[in-house]
């Protein structure tokens, strides 16, 4: 097969490609590397498989002329910026609904109909149904990163029942993993490297929060892909428990070996859009044959070490 990775040099996306690479198709990666570090993709670069263009999904013209010739688009390139949406907010509009409409263009211009798309379970908002399934009722929206997502969604949707297009969603917990390059773990780790003896945690620390390791995650977009059902399939990817701020803080000093004075800033939210209890029933893609092999606990510790062997995640891009 021949892929198309958008947000390929992500911390999501390169390890997408590894995954195909390895399993012996042939990738074209896009990335603006903007937030995306070349870096990861460092193996593939040296692999006759794999394409790489530097360039942004705000630009349709360069996505039509990239696409020609390709089977199946992973879109996972997005601004992924949720605590501080409202402060750049066309941001969330530009690349993450218009780009998501140029890439769906660029495949109906090169004849093109299969797609993965990275969502979210933000598009729940607060829902009042824990766990929360694939067809639960959408409440009010509370980030504009979730509320582009959604709208995402429905383009995707709509060429599916338009154009005839093939599409995966997938509606996912925070990832965790090698890679991991933005998030509570990165910040704590941040934090932490800088002053090992107290740690600021936003909101009251209860939040209650679900996340998959990033190698669980692309094994299910995989599993779906390959058992792809229906012109429009749905997915929560997550695992089958959560945990609080509180404990996750407790496993990454555990593992860094330090027990810093911790103080909250108090409230359920630790900012406008944050979801204080994220939990989604994954039943749908359990019964393709897929289980996540690792906890959120073994998830969190391989993040940690990760980061503690790669502190130049942490310098700024290029």
């Not at 504009?144 to 297009?165: D, M, P, R, V, W």
Request: hydrophobic share 40%; proline share 3%.
């Amino acid at each position: 097969m021949k892929y198309i990775v958008t947000g390929a040099a992500g911390f999501i996306g390169s390890n997408l490609v590894d995954r195909l690479i390895n399993d012996g198709h042939y990738v074209l990666g896009i990335d603006n590397l903007s937030t995306g570090r070349i870096k990861f993709l460092n193996r593939c670069l040296t692999s006759k498989q794999f394409t790489f263009h530097e360039g942004d999904i705000t630009n349709k013209e360069f996505l039509i002329s990239c696409f020609k010739g390709w089977d199946f688009v992973y879109h996972l390139a997005a601004n992924a910026d949720v605590r501080f949406g409202l402060n750049h907010p066309f941001k969330d509009i530009e690349q993450n609904i218009i780009g998501t409409f140029n890439v769906l263009e660029a495949m109906r211009a090169n004849n093109i109909f299969k797609i993965g798309f990275a969502s979210t379970g933000s598009v729940y908002g607060e829902s009042s149904q824990i766990p929360t399934f694939e067809n639960a009722p959408f409440p009010i929206q509370t980030s504009l990163y979730g509320s582009s997502k959604l709208s995402g969604e429905a383009l995707i949707t709509s060429y599916c029942e338009g154009y005839n297009f093939e599409a995966n969603i997938f509606r996912f917990v925070g990832i965790l993993g090698e890679r991991y390059t933005h998030g509570h773990i990165y910040d704590f780790y941040k934090k932490l490297k800088h002053d090992p003896t107290q740690l600021e945690i936003l909101g009251d620390g209860k939040q209650r929060k679900s996340y998959l390791y990033v190698q669980d995650c692309i094994e299910a977009m995989l599993t779906a892909e390959e058992k792809m059902i229906q012109n429009i399939n749905i997915y929560n990817l997550g695992v089958d428990s959560y945990c609080e701020v509180v404990d996750s803080v407790k496993i990454i000093c555990n593992e860094l070996n330090i027990s810093p004075h911790l103080f909250f800033t108090g409230g359920a939210r630790g900012w406008v859009g944050d979801n204080p209890f994220i939990f989604l029933e994954t039943s749908k893609i359990r019964s393709l044959g897929w289980s996540p092999k690792l906890s959120i606990q073994q998830g969190i510790i391989k993040t940690v070490n990760y980061l503690r062997d790669n502190e130049w995640v942490f310098l700024p891009v290029d």
